[in-house]
């Protein structure tokens, strides 16, 4: 099949390059001139494992083409995905400037019959919106599709080559062919392809972060209320995530949700609530917990300190909102940075590929370090807010020579309580105990 993939961030690449992979002709476009030059030379804009050996081989075999031209990439393609970005508007709601844009320069330039298909998390009654604005001018008969995407960064490429599922929204028979085509090599395994109207596949997306959002707060609470009443969220964590009905998955407590999707898809169905009159309560709460536990190291760090904190360096291990990826929106990292700044403290910081965007936003307010060990020289605590595999099983003793206090306030509760405290800690972590040295 043609076709084309209209903005090339995570989702936009992944499914080009994707779609590429098995087989199709793929043009990416791109509004962004600089980027379209880089992808054209070979180089990935974004950091996702797996994703440079599809592209390069893609790219070489030239299934995959990038250009900054609408009417060139759309020329013969069948499906035309519209992976734009709707960023949060003011009032909460997702912005559709991007994909209204492209839906009203699109209509007189399609040529033939395509599918055109939202990619994007958009509000409920979008494709019927995107409907009107292509229909508008129009020559030719057309489809338009919502297909919510469901990847994960960090595990993008697998995410998308093997999916838990594909929600089609359409009820048109013409466009349910050309999409049963388009993921069968995808869905081989026999996982399912779930055809639905527009509007329902518009509001399972929503519904499925939403929910996971939820879940993972519903444990931010069970933490919180654990180191109150002397439990441990680890062994309530095994405890509960065994009964099937609940699942082992998003069961890790820690210090809230980040990243491009929770916090914008949550704050916009509650939106869409308020817009429909309907008082989804749920989702207030999980918006209020989350914003409190992305908080929550920094009074223990007041405490420890006795609430001053001029002078002291704080050695901070992870940037990104979580593993695997180099992306920082919503990271708690960085508001907790701010906050440690803001009480004048000093911050030195290591990520294995965050860095360079932190940079960006914080330029030299923070150090930076090339090693983990290193940012722990002479600090007088160390902060981690993300699981980085690296982090896991550090060398404890270098660490405390390095250290001038052995103290660590962990937000992902990567150690086990027993070792911190053999191994001489104070040990700050969620829903758990304090541990003080034995
Ligand atoms: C999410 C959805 O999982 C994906 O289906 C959707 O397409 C986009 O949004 P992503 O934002 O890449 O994907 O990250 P995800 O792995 O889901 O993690 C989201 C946040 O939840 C991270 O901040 C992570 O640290 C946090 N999290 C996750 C927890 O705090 N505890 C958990 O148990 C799981």
Same mark, same amino acid.
């Given at each position: 099949?043609?076709?084309?993939?209209?903005?090339?961030?995570?989702?936009?690449?992944? =499914?080009?390059?994707?779609?590429?992979?098995?087989?199709?002709?793929?043009?990416?476009?791109? %509004? !962004?001139?600089?980027?379209?030059?880089?992808?054209?030379?070979?180089?990935?804009?974004?950091?996702?494992?797996?994703? !440079?050996?599809?592209?390069?081989?893609?790219?070489?075999?030239?299934?995959?083409?990038?250009?900054?031209?609408?009417?060139?990439?759309?020329?013969?393609?069948?499906?035309?995905? &519209?992976?734009?970005?709707?960023?949060?508007?003011?009032?909460?709601? +997702?912005? &559709?400037?991007? %994909?209204?844009?492209?839906?009203?320069?699109?209509?007189?330039?399609?040529?033939?019959?395509?599918?055109?298909?939202?990619?994007?998390?958009?509000?409920?009654?979008? $494709?019927?919106?995107?409907?009107?604005?292509?229909?508008? *001018?129009?020559?030719?008969?057309?489809?338009?599709?919502?297909?919510?995407?469901?990847?994960?960064?960090?595990?993008?490429?697998?995410?998308?080559?093997?999916?838990?599922?594909?929600?089609?929204? =359409?009820?048109?028979?013409?466009?349910?062919?050309? #999409?049963?085509?388009?993921?069968?090599?995808?869905?081989?395994?026999?996982?399912?392809? %779930?055809?639905?109207?527009?509007?329902? +596949?518009?509001?399972?997306?929503?519904?499925?972060?939403?929910?996971? /959002?939820?879940?993972?707060?519903?444990? *931010?609470?069970?933490?919180?209320?654990?180191?109150?009443?002397? /439990?441990?969220?680890?062994?309530?964590?095994?405890?509960?995530?065994?009964?099937?009905?609940?699942?082992?998955?998003?069961?890790?407590?820690?210090?809230?949700?980040?990243?491009?999707?929770?916090?914008?898809?949550?704050?916009?169905?509650?939106?869409?609530?308020?817009?429909?009159?309907?008082?989804?309560?749920?989702?207030?709460?999980? #918006? !209020?917990?989350?914003?409190?536990?992305?908080?929550?190291? &920094?009074? #223990?760090?007041?405490?420890?300190?006795?609430?001053?904190?001029?002078?002291?360096?704080?050695?901070?291990?992870?940037?990104?909102?979580?593993?695997?990826?180099?992306?920082?929106?919503?990271?708690?990292?960085?508001?907790?940075?701010?906050?440690?700044?803001?009480?004048?403290?000093?911050?030195?910081?290591?990520?294995?590929? /965050?860095?360079?965007?932190?940079?960006?936003?914080?330029?030299?307010? %923070?150090?930076?370090?090339?090693?983990?060990?290193?940012?722990?020289?002479?600090?007088? $605590?160390? #902060?981690?807010?993300?699981?980085?595999?690296?982090?896991?099983?550090?060398?404890?003793?270098?660490?405390?020579?390095?250290?001038?206090?052995?103290?660590?306030?962990?937000?992902?509760? &990567?150690?086990?309580?027993?070792?911190?405290?053999?191994?001489?800690?104070?040990?700050?972590?969620?829903?758990?105990?304090?541990?003080?040295?034995?």
């Amino acid at each position: 099949m043609k076709i084309a993939v209209v903005g090339t961030g995570y989702v936009g690449l992944v =499914t080009g390059t994707c779609f590429a992979e098995t087989g199709n002709q793929v043009t990416c476009v791109d %509004i !962004d001139v600089r980027k379209v030059e880089r992808l054209q030379k070979g180089e990935i804009p974004i950091y996702e494992p797996g994703l !440079d050996v599809l592209f390069d081989r893609n790219v070489a075999e030239g299934r995959l083409l990038f250009t900054t031209s609408l009417a060139e990439g759309i020329k013969d393609a069948q499906v035309i995905f &519209l992976a734009l970005p709707t960023p949060p508007g003011e009032d909460g709601s +997702a912005d &559709l400037k991007y %994909i209204l844009g492209v839906a009203n320069d699109l209509g007189p330039i399609l040529d033939q019959y395509a599918v055109i298909i939202d990619k994007s998390t958009v509000p409920v009654g979008t $494709a019927e919106k995107v409907h009107a604005a292509i229909a508008k *001018n129009a020559k030719v008969d057309f489809d338009v599709v919502s297909n919510p995407e469901f990847l994960r960064e960090g595990v993008a490429v697998e995410d998308f080559m093997k999916p838990d599922r594909v929600v089609v929204g =359409t009820t048109s028979e013409k466009a349910k062919k050309v #999409m049963e085509k388009l993921y069968a090599p995808l869905v081989r395994q026999g996982n399912p392809v %779930i055809f639905m109207d527009e509007r329902s +596949a518009e509001m399972t997306k929503y519904a499925a972060n939403s929910f996971l /959002a939820m879940k993972i707060t519903f444990m *931010n609470e069970i933490a919180n209320l654990c180191e109150k009443v002397g /439990a441990n969220v680890d062994d309530i964590r095994r405890g509960i995530g065994t009964d099937s009905r609940i699942g082992k998955r998003f069961l890790f407590a820690g210090i809230g949700y980040g990243g491009s999707c929770f916090p914008k898809d949550v704050q916009a169905l509650a939106k869409t609530s308020k817009d429909y009159d309907y008082d989804f309560r749920i989702l207030k709460s999980v #918006m !209020d917990v989350n914003y409190d536990q992305k908080k929550k190291l &920094l009074p #223990m760090v007041e405490n420890y300190f006795a609430s001053d904190l001029k002078g002291k360096t704080i050695a901070v291990w992870g940037l990104a909102f979580k593993p695997y990826t180099d992306d920082i929106r919503e990271a708690p990292a960085l508001e907790n940075i701010e906050a440690l700044l803001a009480a004048g403290a000093k911050v030195v910081a290591y990520d294995p590929e /965050a860095m360079t965007n932190v940079k960006g936003i914080l330029g030299d307010k %923070i150090t930076f370090t090339h090693t983990p060990y290193a940012a722990l020289d002479d600090a007088d $605590a160390l #902060m981690i807010f993300t699981e980085w595999p690296q982090f896991r099983t550090p060398e404890f003793e270098k660490m405390g020579k390095l250290l001038k206090n052995k103290v660590v306030f962990d937000g992902r509760n &990567l150690y086990e309580l027993d070792q911190m405290r053999e191994m001489g800690y104070t040990y700050y972590s969620i829903g758990r105990e304090k541990v003080v040295p034995a």
